[in-house]
């Protein structure tokens, strides 16, 4: 497999997802070479969560090597779980990764960055569950 996993952060907040992914692309050292895409609130600006935007950052950071997809609460959870129940909204590898958010989006694009595979990346960002701040 050859490419680079793409990440996917799917958040209620358009705000939110866009400085999720500038704090994670900036800590990694990223820059241009993870494609990491932001997807949050609804198409018309709101609070909530898109399907749309979500297939369609999804699609736009895949670049053969996988998809991971980091989402926040409720709703953003269940918006990636039916599209990947339709199996054709999504790119191929795909995957709903459970981790915290801002943790595991570091994590996963640290990883990306570094080369590793899909299953690297849902794993690295897995482990930030264990992350203990006391």
Partial sequence: MTGVVGIVLVSHSAQVAASVADLA????GAGDGVPVAAAGG?????????SELTARA???????????????IGSAVLTV????????????????VDA????????AVVT?????????V?????????????
């Fill in 58 to 72: 999804a699609h736009e950071v895949d670049r053969g090597a996988g998809v991971a997809v980091l989402v926040d």
């Fill in 25 to 28: 692309r900036r800590l990694a």
């Fill in 100 to 107: 915290p958010f801002v943790e595991g989006a570091v994590a």
């Fill in 112 to 120: 990306a960055a570094a080369g590793a595979d899909l299953d690297a």
């Fill in 81 to 96: 779980k039916a599209l990947l129940a339709e199996g054709d909204e999504l790119p191929e590898r795909t995957r709903l």
């Fill in 122 to 134: 849902v794993a690295a960002a897995e482990e930030a569950y264990g992350y203990r701040k006391v």
């Fill in 42 to 50: 609804t198409a018309d600006g709101g609070l909530g969560t898109s």
